[in-house]
């Protein structure tokens, strides 16, 4: 069988130790963002005093990035050495996905009056405008990455292909010291240069998939305990001594970390090299792990969702209890998205790309067609 014909088999059969790599890395995330987002008082949770629950915070919540950064990996996997047409449909797809989702928590927060804006008709005016640019303006950085990292693939499977391997690994070495060394020194705000961030995750990914059983797939088990152990150790010694550190240390696991990329890498090929046999239910889970993030993670909700609706701030100041809260809270929020992004999916995405529009067609099929043709494939 020729590799097209087996890659092809492989889109249309979803690889369920892959499609269980995306619904762990959205739990990762999910548990980050509960514990990094959580406010006690003014202060992050992060930044509190030393204490048990502080511990379990770390220990769940450190590896949010990682998740990311498996996404990323995940995406470039599947991407890298694709010849079929670019699929502008597939964009087409996200972008409306995340619009549904924004006017979604758009509402949900305004009904449950914890909109940062307020309700005037002037803020909810402008929180419509957020909700209709939110795939392109930063709003979900991953998402912004994404769509701009799709756009370019063809480009860079085209210049991957060029490149020789000792050039090849220059750049790599080049990207690992400045982009997570960028990354470290700016302000973590900026939205700039997150298309970098996805960029790298691809260019890296093409490297190590032109060198099967290299060190991190060999080591892997090893590498992600060390790197993860490592992690929490430095995280915790930074709060200790946080007067000399200031609140930098999240940074630690930041989109770009060192530590961040090691474990996301070390993490991919354990999953990639997992044997289990296609499961439905892990493949059906899988497809609203996007959903958890959009749901999570909106701007409407602001620090509410953790503060507000789940009282997480009260059970990690006073009780013994906070472990359980935090894994039970985290396990919802991943329930009830994956519910809705089902129904969506099927009662509104389906339906909708069913219906046959010539014209619309065509304009896709020609767009597809010039992409392809700039990278010069057959």
Same mark, same amino acid.
């Given at each position: 069988m020729t590799d097209n014909k087996q890659q092809t088999l492989r889109s249309k059969t979803r690889q369920s130790n892959f499609e269980l790599l995306r619904i762990v890395s959205m739990l990762m995330i999910v548990f980050y963002?509960?514990?990094?987002?959580?406010?006690?008082?003014?202060?992050?949770?992060?930044?509190?005093?030393?204490?048990?629950?502080?511990?379990i915070g770390y220990l769940l919540g450190s590896w949010g990035l990682v998740g990311v950064g498996c996404f990323f990996l995940l995406s470039a996997h599947f991407l890298i050495?694709?010849?079929?047409?670019?699929?502008?449909?597939?964009?087409?797809?996200?972008?409306?996905? *995340?619009?549904? /989702?924004?006017?979604?928590?758009?509402?949900i927060s305004i009904e449950l009056d914890v909109y940062p804006g307020g309700l005037g008709t002037f803020a909810i005016l402008k929180g419509i405008i957020k909700?209709?640019?939110?795939?392109?303006?930063?709003?979900? /950085?991953?998402?912004?990455?994404?769509i701009f990292m799709y756009i370019l693939y063809p480009f860079m499977n085209y210049i991957i292909d060029k490149l020789s391997d000792t050039?090849?690994?220059?750049?790599?070495?080049?990207?690992?010291?400045?982009?997570?060394? &960028?990354?470290? #020194?700016?302000?973590?705000?900026?939205t700039s240069c997150d298309l970098g961030i996805a960029v790298y995750y691809y260019l890296l990914c093409g490297y190590l998939k032109r060198n099967p059983n290299n060190f991190f797939e060999r080591h892997a088990n090893s590498i992600f305990w060390v790197s993860s152990l490592l992690t929490v150790l430095l995280e915790i010694m930074c709060?200790?001594?946080?007067?000399?550190?200031?609140?930098?240390?999240?940074?630690?696991?930041?989109?770009?970390? *060192?530590?961040?990329?090691?474990t996301a890498i070390s993490l991919f090929y354990i999953f990639k090299n997992l044997k289990i046999k296609p499961s439905t239910l892990i493949n059906v889970v899988a497809k609203g792990a996007l959903g958890v993030y959009l749901?999570?993670?909106s701007a409407f909700w602001n620090e509410s969702? /953790?503060?507000?609706?789940?009282?997480?701030?009260? &059970?990690?100041k006073n009780s013994a209890n906070y472990i359980l *809260?935090?894994? #039970?809270?985290?396990?919802?929020?991943?329930?009830?998205?994956?519910?809705?992004?089902?129904?969506?999916?099927?009662?509104?995405?389906?339906?909708?790309?069913?219906?046959?529009?010539?014209?619309?067609?065509?304009?896709?099929?020609?767009?597809?067609?010039?992409?392809?043709?700039?990278?010069?494939?057959?």
């Open positions: 963002h509960s514990f990094y987002h959580l406010k006690i008082g003014k202060v992050s949770a992060s930044q509190t005093p030393f204490s048990m629950n502080l511990v050495g694709r010849s079929k047409n670019f699929g502008i449909k597939k964009i087409l797809r996200l972008i409306l996905q *995340v619009i549904f /989702w924004s006017f979604i928590m758009l509402a909700a209709v640019v939110s795939p392109f303006s930063g709003t979900y /950085w991953f998402i912004t990455a994404y050039f090849y690994r220059k750049l790599i070495i080049i990207l690992t010291i400045i982009v997570p060394l &960028y990354t470290f #020194c700016r302000n973590q705000n900026l709060n200790l001594i946080k007067p000399l550190t200031g609140p930098g240390m999240g940074r630690l696991q930041g989109r770009n970390s *060192v530590f961040a990329i090691i749901f999570h993670e969702l /953790w503060n507000k609706l789940l009282n997480l701030d009260a &059970y990690f *809260v935090y894994i #039970c809270s985290v396990l919802l929020i991943y329930f009830v998205a994956t519910v809705i992004d089902l129904i969506r999916l099927n009662l509104l995405e389906k339906p909708l790309f069913s219906i046959k529009l010539p014209l619309l067609e065509r304009l896709f099929n020609k767009f597809d067609s010039y992409i392809k043709s700039t990278r010069g494939a057959s």
